[in-house]
Nanobody
Framework: QVQLVESGGGLVQAGGSLRLSCAAS????????MGWFRQAPGKEREFVSA????????FYAESVKGRFTISRDYAKNTVYLQMNSLKPDDTAVYYC?????????????????WGLGTQVTVSS
């Protein structure tokens, strides 16, 4: 069982940066792949990024590749999403998710636990 709490969202101008954090509870953090999803108003939740349980593999949606970086800190049981060169289209609620599998996936149905989300707003 994993509980997830996101933080780090806020308002930023286009071209700026934010770093999101996802603090996880539980004793088997390294056994879970972690993912980030986002949902903009009126749109479906979409995959953003994922990192494998051991941290050796990362995955990114094409829309964020080269701009976002996912990482994890095992000592802190925390996953990060560094977001650079932000665009207005990045505006969304960002959700952290945990999958009871070593490798992440692109679909929300593959994840077992979810945080409540943190708002990211990028102005023009």
């Amino acid at each position: 069982q994993v509980q997830l709490v996101e933080s780090g969202g806020g308002l930023v101008q286009a071209g700026g940066s934010l770093r999101l954090s996802c603090a996880a509870s539980g004793r088997t953090f390294s056994a879970y792949a972690m993912g980030w999803f986002r949902q903009a108003p009126g749109k479906e939740r979409e995959f953003v990024s994922a990192i494998s349980g051991r941290g050796g593999s990362t995955f990114y949606a094409e829309s964020v590749k080269g701009r976002f970086t996912i990482s994890r800190d095992y000592a802190k049981n925390t996953v990060y999403l560094q977001m650079n060169s932000l665009k207005p289209d990045d505006t969304a609620v960002y959700y952290c998710a945990a999958r009871n599998h070593l490798i992440g996936g692109w679909y929300e149905g593959e994840y077992d636990y979810w945080g409540l989300g943190t708002q990211v707003t990028v102005s023009s």
